[in-house]
């Protein structure tokens, strides 16, 4: 699950504006190493990314829309997801939608497992002459990421979408399924 920025804030789901930003200032000011007694960096950065997303009227309404729709369950997670250079095997995601959600198009929510290559062995699963401890000397590593996929108006049931992973110089693919709840 995403993490809830309402939830970090401290605020309801329909908290204005105001409301918004008195609470991140009222939480930084808990942790904050300047002012804080008792500071904690890591909160700080949450309360940062929460605020920023929920401050911005763009943002949050896509913010909410992602919310919505992970309640909702709609992004099924079939991985076998074995992705990634250097050894890919297509990863298939299949996404679950309501006809309006067809029609209009929305963003959703990913969270894959994503397959690459080892850091420590640089993917090849050998340092000199023993394999490496880190991958067990599969050469690969799991990576867990979390992006956001934009599925086009006017999709049709059985579409299939080739998104790139940002940051990742990989691709999925996205299979749209549409089903009448
Ligand atoms: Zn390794």
Redesign the pocket.
């Known amino acids: 699950m995403k993490e809830d920025f309402y939830q970090i804030l401290g605020i309801p789901r329909d908290a204005n504006e105001e409301a918004i930003r008195r609470a991140y200032r009222k939480a930084v000011h808990r942790v904050h190493p300047d002012v804080s007694e008792t500071p904690d960096v890591e909160r700080l950065l949450k309360l940062q990314e929460a605020y920023e997303t929920l401050s911005d009227p763009e943002k949050r309404k896509d913010y909410d829309r992602s919310l919505k729709q992970e309640a909702r369950g709609h992004v099924s997670s079939s991985w076998e997801a074995r992705v990634g250079p250097p050894r890919a095997t297509s990863p298939w995601i299949e996404v679950i939608l309501s006809p309006w959600e067809a029609i209009n198009g929305l963003r959703i929510p990913l969270h894959l497992p994503l397959e690459i290559p ?8 050998w ?1 000199g002459l023993f394999p ?8 690969a ?1 799991i990576q867990h990421l979390t992006f956001f996929i934009q599925i086009p108006p006017g999709i049709q049931d059985g579409a299939r979408l080739h998104i790139r992973v940002p940051n990742f110089g990989t691709r999925i693919w996205v299979l749209v399924r549409v089903q009448h709840p």
């Open positions: 080892c850091r420590r062995c640089g993917g090849v699963g340092r490496c401890l880190d991958c067990g000397g599969s050469g590593a």
